[in-house]
T-cell receptor, first 113, second 112 residues
Framework: ETGVTQSPTHLIKTRGQQVTLRCSSQSGHNTVSWYQQALGQGPQFIFQYYREEENGRGNFPPRFSGLQFPNYSSELNVNALELDDSALYLC????????????FGSGTQLSVL | DQQVKQNSPSLSVQEGRISILNCDYTNSMFDYFLWYKKYPAEGPTFLISISSIKDKNEDGRFTVFLNKSAKHLSLHIVPSQPGDSAVYFCAAIYSSASKIIFGSGTRLSIRP
């Protein structure tokens, strides 16, 4: 059983650029959630995808967008990067439904200069 | 608006003693609570959970206690071991929402 994998592990961008982060969910999981973890804080919910449809969104602007593919992998896209977007971005998969347990990847550390 | 609060950013405990990590919440609609553990350069891993209809759940060295009237939960680790040194996140969810809300974390250090 493969776990959740994220790529890339580290990324450096400049303000105004666009970035795409990728996530492969754990086998058997059809739900993917994305979280942003700023330094010294807990993970903050960005959005969730269930069977390729957005299934809930946190308090993030529209320049944060996502996709889920038929194989349940997912992408997080961030446009017009700002300095405050510098954070660890975590992807988590779950079986969906009432399964509350999330299985996290190791994250992508994004630095915006 | 922090709905889940971990007021102690760090905690140091001697090996073999009990570690107690605390968490407070404000939303009475939460019906499930979880604890996650995070090592550096890794994603959080699920540790233990408790439903709002229970007041205690135990799994080996880990026990979670829930006090609904006080909107407070705690994680007890006994005996504490060096491998328990990590950041611990308290989290909560309510059934009508798709998101899990995390606290800011407590860094636990187990000293020899």
């Amino acid at each position: 059983e493969t776990g959740v994998t994220q790529s890339p592990t580290h990324l450096i961008k400049t303000r105004g650029q666009q970035v795409t982060l990728r996530c492969s969910s754990q086998s058997g999981h059809n739900t993917v959630s994305w979280y942003q973890q700023a330094l010294g804080q807990g993970p903050q919910f960005i959005f969730q995808y269930y069977r390729e449809e957005e299934n809930g969104r946190g308090n993030f602007p529209p320049r944060f967008s996502g996709l889920q593919f038929p194989n349940y992998s997912s992408e997080l896209n961030v446009n017009a990067l700002e300095l405050d977007d510098s954070a660890l971005y975590l992807c988590a998969s779950s079986r969906g439904g009432r399964d509350e347990k999330l299985f996290f990847g190791s994250g992508t550390q994004l630095s915006v200069l | 608006d922090q709905q889940v609060k971990q007021n102690s950013p760090s905690l140091s405990v001697q090996e073999g003693r009990i570690s107690i990590l605390n968490c407070d919440y404000t939303n009475s609609m939460f019906d499930y609570f979880l604890w996650y553990k995070k090592y550096p350069a890794e994603g959080p891993t699920f540790l233990i959970s408790i439903s709002s209809i229970k007041d205690k759940n135990e799994d080996g060295r880990f026990t979670v206690f829930l006090n609904k009237s006080a909107k407070h939960l705690s994680l007890h680790i006994v005996p504490s071991q060096p491998g328990d040194s990590a950041v611990y996140f308290c989290a909560a969810i309510y059934s009508s929402a798709s998101k899990i809300i995390f606290g800011s974390g407590t860094r636990l250090s187990i000293r020899p």
